[in-house]
T-cell receptor, first 113, second 116 residues
Framework: AQKVTQAQTEISVVEKEDVTLDCVYETRDTTYYLFWYKQPPSGELVFLIRRNSFDEQNEISGRYSWNFQKSTSSFNFTITASQVVDSAVYFCALSLTGNQFYFGTGTSLTVIP | DGGITQSPKYLFRKEGQNVTLSCEQNLNHDAMYWYRQDPGQGLRLIYYSQIVNDFQKGDIAEGYSVSREKKESFPLTVTSAQKNPTAFYLC???????????????FGSGTRLTVV
């Protein structure tokens, strides 16, 4: 069964628009971790954030913010005032303490100047 | 700066030939991994190694082989038995296999393999 769903395959926005990337996960574990990675055209996945299941506080880092809601099993990622450099593929991932790691299929974001 | 180096960036192979992808890390990480990325399918684990001279199959190991003779190096061989080898291959590492779930991965910049 798929553990992480990123329903948005591709998104295009015009520069300076806000955009939200959705991530829905599935697990019965009470302890787990959620990650977001960015894959720019260069290919390397870059770590953005990690959140554990006991910390539901939203987080803001510059133009990036993350909304973690256990009630809906979602960990959504919002980019405010998008820029061309934000164009990339973004992956959401779920890790379990049994050392299992699940990636979503990724969302390709294109920011049009 | 510490990181993971994958080479080459682009690789072309004729059908029926084996090819080896290089992965080197200077992060002093114990665990290393190989992932395959195909459009629309996300990342799929091929092999991983938690310690030198030991490795385990991932979800799609058929047609691939690895070795871990040194902590820093984890080369992947794509053999002629791999039916559809054209893909983007990512090497990754973690501090150790036990804490991967806590800290996630550091990734290399990938090798794009094309079978011609």
């Amino acid at each position: 069964a798929q553990k992480v769903t990123q329903a948005q395959t591709e998104i295009s926005v015009v520069e300076k628009e806000d955009v939200t990337l959705d991530c829905v996960y599935e697990t019965r574990d009470t302890t787990y971790y959620l990650f977001w990675y960015k894959q720019p055209p260069s290919g390397e996945l870059v770590f953005l954030i990690r959140r554990n299941s006991f910390d539901e506080q939203n987080e803001i880092s510059g133009r990036y913010s993350w909304n973690f809601q256990k009630s809906t099993s979602s960990f959504n990622f919002t980019i405010t005032a998008s820029q061309v450099v934000d164009s990339a593929v973004y992956f959401c991932a779920l890790s379990l303490t049994g050392n299992q790691f699940y990636f979503g299929t990724g969302t390709s974001l294109t920011v049009i100047p | 700066d510490g990181g993971i180096t994958q080479s080459p960036k682009y690789l072309f192979r004729k059908e029926g030939q084996n090819v080896t992808l290089s992965c080197e890390q200077n992060l002093n990480h114990d665990a290393m991994y190989w992932y395959r990325q195909d459009p629309g399918q996300g990342l799929r684990l091929i092999y991983y190694s938690q310690i030198v001279n030991d490795f385990q199959k991932g979800d799609i190991a058929e047609g691939y082989s690895v070795s871990r003779e040194k902590k820093e190096s984890f080369p992947l061989t794509v053999t002629s038995a791999q039916k559809n080898p054209t893909a983007f291959y990512l090497c990754a590492s973690s501090i150790d296999g036990r804490t991967r779930y806590l800290y996630g991965y550091t990734f290399g910049s990938g090798t794009r393999l094309t079978v011609v």
